[in-house]
């Protein structure tokens, strides 16, 4: 069930930025964060799901978290991030979102440029 869920929402999620990002390309951090900020039915998914592809993507090496994560966390995560890291809203909001994990979860997390 947690699965079809999660695909529910990243199918939902993915009509949502193709919507959104039209001819222009990728869907930017900036619009991640409001989001995140206003509409946590695209934010909760859309983090679960770059959390769980990025966990899968390495096999859980190089993630450094005691337990389990939720979405809720994700968000908190990466708004905190967006803030002290305003730059990443200008990148693809998929890059933005993994920056933000690794800085928070990673064992050796990549330094963000400022």
């Known amino acids: 069930m947690k699965l079809a869920v999660l695909c529910g929402g990243l199918i939902v999620w993915s009509a949502v930025a ?3 990002a039209g001819a222009a390309g990728a869907p930017l951090g900036n619009e ?7 509409n946590l039915v695209i934010c909760y998914p859309y983090l679960l799901g770059v959390w769980d592809g990025l966990f899968i993507g390495t096999r859980g090496e190089g993630i450094c978290e005691a337990g389990g994560v939720n979405a809720a966390q994700l968000r908190l995560v ?7 890291h305003p730059n990443a809203l200008s990148l693809p909001e998929a890059e933005a ?4 994990i690794l800085n928070a979860f990673g064992c050796n997390p990549p330094e963000p440029s400022k």
């Open 18 to 20: 193709a919507t959104s």
């Open 97 to 100: 979102a993994v920056l933000a």
């Open 78 to 84: 990466f708004l905190q991030f967006s803030r002290t």
């Open 32 to 38: 991640l964060y409001v989001d995140c900020q206003q």
